[in-house]
């Protein structure tokens, strides 16, 4: 799995401070783990910026401070933004060790394109993104892959328990639907119209 690497330097500015800092282009940002201090930290925004769309929630960070020999992995945990603007506010980043197992959101990769997109009648419906998984930090997945042509008719449906990734436990309940197919409204009320129009003829041909 690709490692990046981000250089951050110890915050003492901390509080309502830090605003300072942000319109000085520096994000302020904490690491943290289990069994791990939490530390104050600032990281260059415009740099940062970069590295967020890549890193995502699964790919491995190598913090290195000019002030200090470790080099230290962590993966992003949380990102606040200004609601209004988008303008980051703070980071967290969670401290891993390589021989202790993390929980982590990985995304779900949709490929291939379910027949029933085709169908005026059918409607193919995406209910997760994203499943929770465990593992040690080398082996988390960038993505899972979900085949979506195998959604073809009415009451098809890929469920989290149809996922299989080596080396990796999906926490997330395997009854979760990740996908299904589903009739449109209009099909439906079709249907029913038409289980109407003969009932009433089977009740005419009988009453006859």
């Keep these: 799995m690709e490692t990046m690497e981000l250089e951050v330097e ?5 509080g309502k401070k830090v605003s300072a800092l942000r319109r000085s282009g520096i994000t302020p940002a904490n690491i943290f783990g289990h069994a791990i201090e939490s530390q104050a930290v600032q990281v260059n925004t415009a740099r940062v910026e970069k590295a967020l769309p890549r890193a995502g929630r699964t790919h491995m960070i190598a913090l290195k401070s000019p002030s200090s020999p470790k080099i230290r992995r962590v993966l992003v945990k949380d990102v606040q933004r200004d609601p ?3 303008r980051l506010l703070h980071i967290d980043f969670y401290e891993v060790r390589m021989k202790d197992k993390v929980k982590v959101e990985v995304p779900l990769a949709f ?4 027949p029933a997109a085709h169908r005026t009648d059918l409607i193919f419906l995406e209910n997760l993104r994203s499943v929770e998984v465990e593992c040690l930090p080398n082996d988390i997945p960038q993505s899972i892959a979900v085949d979506l042509s195998r959604l073809a008719r009415a009451g098809d449906r890929i ?4 996922l299989k990734v080596d080396g990796v436990t999906i926490l997330t309940h395997p009854e979760e639907v990740i996908a299904r ?7 439906e009320v079709r249907e029913i119209a038409a289980e109407a129009e003969e009932a009433v003829v089977e009740g005419a041909s009988g009453a006859a």
Excluded: P
């Excluded at 490929?111 to 379910?114: A, D, N, T």
């Excluded at 469920?159 to 149809?162: I, R």
């Design 10 to 14: 110890n915050r003492t500015i901390l």
């Design 159 to 162: 469920l989290v328990g149809d």
């Design 181 to 187: 197919v589903a009739r449109t409204k209009a099909a």
């Design 84 to 86: 209004m603007t988008g």
């Design 111 to 114: 490929q291939g394109e379910s």
